[in-house]
């Protein structure tokens, strides 16, 4: 079982950055893959990131280019730097990890899921 919890959202103006992070315990971070979703109102959650257990990472079209997903396994921890945030996106943010290796950019290939972090770009 793996605990996942987001940290980093908050309010930032267009064309702002920031970096979330999410710290996983209680199980072999290393070994999952790590993705990172994200819900506006009223709309489904859409994936945004996503990056295996040696690195390898796709992104959604839409955040090509300006939002980086990382990891660091000796801390347990992934990452998603956004930069050139836009209103649109506006969103609650979540991680999610396990119970495979390889990359997955669909919701059913994730197991563990956090809480979800708000993210609130201002115009």
């Known amino acids: 079982q793996v605990h996942l919890v987001e940290s980093g959202g908050g309010l930032v103006q267009a064309g702002g950055s920031l970096r979330l992070s999410c710290a996983a315990s209680?199980?072999?971070?290393?070994?999952?893959?790590m993705g990172w979703f994200r819900q506006a109102p009223g709309k489904e959650r859409e994936f945004v990131a996503t990056?295996?257990?040696?690195?390898?990472?796709v992104y959604a079209d839409s955040v090509k280019g300006r939002f980086t997903i990382s990891r660091d396994n000796a801390k347990s921890t992934g990452y998603l730097q956004m930069n050139s945030l836009k209103p649109e996106e506006t969103a609650v943010y979540y991680c999610?990890?396990?119970?495979?290796?390889?990359?997955?950019?669909?919701?059913?290939?994730?197991?563990?899921w956090g809480q979800g972090t708000q993210v609130t770009v201002s115009s």
């Open positions: 999610a990890s396990g119970p495979r290796p390889h990359l997955g950019v669909q919701r059913n290939e994730y197991i563990y």
């Open positions: 990056i295996d257990w040696i690195g390898s990472t």
């Open positions: 209680g199980g072999i971070f290393s070994s999952y893959a």
